[in-house]
């Protein structure tokens, strides 16, 4: 089965810098790559998400990108906001699997 | 809001007891999903339903059971309970049964077991 690896697991930085979290998965199948926010007391929520076929994909202040050759992806967010802070999960599946594999989480700290 | 909705909020309760999870997915999605969410274990996939119909199982202990009724809500039943099992317990919707559908994620259920 699929195997998504998380890093780093918390993420300290000072408003106004990027984040960077990254994601390694072990299913060549794989095409299909989410990225969930969950906010304190809260479920999780999808924010961005990229298919196989682009190695890039930005949505304002965040930006996923991917390369299948490595097996890796990462969640960029730029000029961070204290409202950014939040548990983020990866997730990796396919098609052919009903179910996307989730990363462990990286608890983003924005600190004013 | 994501629009799906779950009950209890929060659960305490024995080792050895029986209880209930309710969610009622979004108005129009086929596709039911049950993690559990522990502070050491992140999201684990426990079982989806599609239509009333199971259509995938992960890490679910045969102590666990789900169910999709005809209206679509569904319900987690777990039994014979441990400490282990206290969890948040969140349950997701979607339109189809494909990993390529967005998940909508509902508050969750805090069970505690004492």
């Known amino acids: 089965g699929e195997n998504v690896e998380q890093h780093p697991s918390t993420l300290s930085v000072q408003e106004g810098d990027s984040a960077v979290i990254k994601c390694t998965y072990s299913?060549?199948?794989?095409?299909?790559f989410p990225w969930y926010k969950q906010e304190l007391g809260k479920g999780p929520q999808l924010i961005i998400d990229?298919?196989?076929?682009?190695g890039e994909k930005k949505d304002q202040r965040i930006a996923v990108t991917l390369n299948k050759t490595a097996k890796h992806f990462s969640l960029h967010i730029t000029e961070t906001q204290p409202e950014d802070s939040a548990v983020y999960f990866c997730?990796?599946?396919?098609?052919?699997?009903?179910?996307?594999?989730f990363g462990r989480g990286t608890s983003l700290i924005v600190h004013p | 809001d994501s629009g799906v909705t779950q009950t209890p909020k929060h659960l305490i309760t024995a080792t050895g007891q029986r209880v209930t999870l309710r969610c009622s997915p979004r108005?129009?999605?086929?596709?039911v999903y049950w993690y559990q969410q522990s502070l050491d274990q992140g999201l684990q996939f426990l079982i989806q339903?599609?239509?009333?119909?199971?259509?995938a199982k992960g890490n679910i202990l045969e102590r666990f059971s789900a169910q999709q009724f005809p209206d679509l809500h569904s319900e987690l039943n777990l039994s014979s309970l441990e400490l282990g099992d206290s969890a948040l317990y969140f349950c997701?919707?979607?339109?189809?049964?494909?990993?390529?559908?967005?998940?909508?994620f509902g508050p969750g259920t805090r069970l505690t077991v004492l």
């Open positions: 997730a990796a599946g396919s098609g052919g699997s009903y179910i996307p594999t």
């Open positions: 997701a919707s979607s339109p189809g049964p494909s990993s390529y559908n967005e998940q909508f």
């Open positions: 108005s129009g999605d086929l596709s």
């Open positions: 299913d060549s199948a794989s095409n299909y």
């Open positions: 339903y599609y239509n009333g119909e199971e259509r």
């Open positions: 990229i298919r196989s076929n682009v």
